[in-house]
């Protein structure tokens, strides 16, 4: 198994507290850590508004980060769970991100996927299509993208973006162009996307979302000629770890307390949806067996967020010490 990491962004309310002037520091500093310790790459979520709901708190834009990150860092894979197409026309996107590639010396990974956060979609004056049109986008999107990186230049006459001759060079560091991750598990659209054009997967991550995702794809991949088995699957998982099941709770508390004066009591309970009985929820011995059955159903690829990330490390380094060992 290989293993992600996500930067505290502030997206998820993880940098309240420290003053604004600092959270670059903090996040470089966390970065270069990682670079230099046994993880695969690193993370940043594309999002303008806070979550479980809007605040004045911040949230740093992705490609932004992406390129400070590549310039900061030297050996680690740097990616995006995942990129809104609809939030940047895709030429200029692709051309982002192959400066991004060079920058990072080809260490660039494309996650992308039709967008969700219908607040920050309004918010901006992208309107909130539906589904299909963003999907649709999507397709196009990676078609232009594809495009852009192996031959230098860009034309499509889609329902939903047209470019003609948009010129993309130099081209990205990486041969083929940057790999592309399909996020999201729309079991008619989505991974049918995927099956045509994605490298990586990443879609749900319980045992039993996984094993019915996965096979959809594999259907997918029959019906459009592509090879399922070239297709890494790979899935996101929140972790609170600890020694005991009492100090796994603690932390939960801990999140709980972080979130409560900025998104109310009940919103900030209810963020432990996303934790309780999650493959990434335990203590080592537990989060290993949880994994591990998802490891034998073909999920080689595992994104870690710790909740706690910016102001204590000690989750990290269990979690580096004790889990990772052995699941690689």
């Known amino acids: 198994m290989r293993f992600g990491l996500f930067v505290p962004q502030g997206w998820r309310l993880d940098l309240v507290g420290i003053d604004p002037a600092d959270q670059w520091a903090v996040m470089?500093?966390?970065s270069v850590r990682a670079d230099q310790g046994a993880w695969d790459s690193l993370w940043v979520y594309d999002h303008f508004h806070t979550v479980p709901a809007p605040t004045e708190e911040a949230t740093h834009e992705a490609w932004t980060l992406m390129s400070a990150l590549a310039a900061s860092t030297s050996r680690i894979r740097l990616g995006q769970m995942c990129t809104?197409?609809?939030?940047?026309?895709?030429?200029?996107?692709a051309k982002v991100a192959a400066t991004t590639d060079l920058i990072s010396g080809g260490r660039v990974e494309m996650g992308i996927g039709?967008?969700?956060y219908e607040h920050e979609w309004r918010a901006y004056g992208y309107g909130f299509p539906s589904a299909g049109e963003r999907l649709g986008r999507l397709d196009e999107g990676v078609q232009i993208m594809k495009q852009a990186w192996t031959t230098g230049s860009?034309?499509?006459d889609g329902k939903h973006y047209q470019v003609d001759g948009a010129i993309c060079r130099p081209l990205p560091l990486?041969?083929?162009?940057?790999?592309?991750?399909?996020?999201g598990g729309g079991e008619k659209v989505t991974l049918k996307i995927?099956?045509?054009?994605?490298?990586?997967?990443?879609?749900?991550g319980t045992p039993e979302g996984f094993t019915q995702k996965s096979e959809i794809l594999r259907a997918h991949c029959d019906t459009v000629g592509t090879d399922f088995g070239a297709i890494v699957r790979s899935a996101n998982y929140n972790v609170a770890i600890g020694s005991t099941e009492a100090e796994v709770e603690q932390r939960l508390a801990t999140l709980v307390e972080r979130l409560t004066p900025h998104v109310g009591a009940e919103k900030a309970e209810a963020a432990l949806g996303a934790f309780r009985d999650l493959p990434g929820v335990g203590t080592p011995?537990?989060?290993?067996?949880?994994?591990?059955?998802?490891?034998?159903k073909g999920m080689s690829y595992g994104i870690f967020y710790f909740p706690e990330a910016a102001y204590d490390l000690s989750g990290i380094e269990q979690f580096e010490s004790e889990v990772m060992p052995a699941l690689r």
């Not at 990486?174 to 996020?183: F, N, S």
């Not at 011995?285 to 034998?296: C, G, M, P, W």
């Open 114 to 116: 039709g967008g969700w």
């Open 285 to 296: 011995q537990q989060i290993i067996e949880k994994l591990s059955v998802l490891k034998d």
């Open 154 to 156: 860009a034309t499509l």
């Open 174 to 183: 990486q041969d083929g162009g940057i790999p592309i991750w399909i996020a």
């Open 194 to 204: 995927a099956a045509k054009y994605a490298q990586y997967t990443n879609f749900d």
């Open 84 to 93: 809104a197409m609809s939030y940047r026309n895709p030429a200029y996107l």
């Open 28 to 30: 470089r500093d966390f």
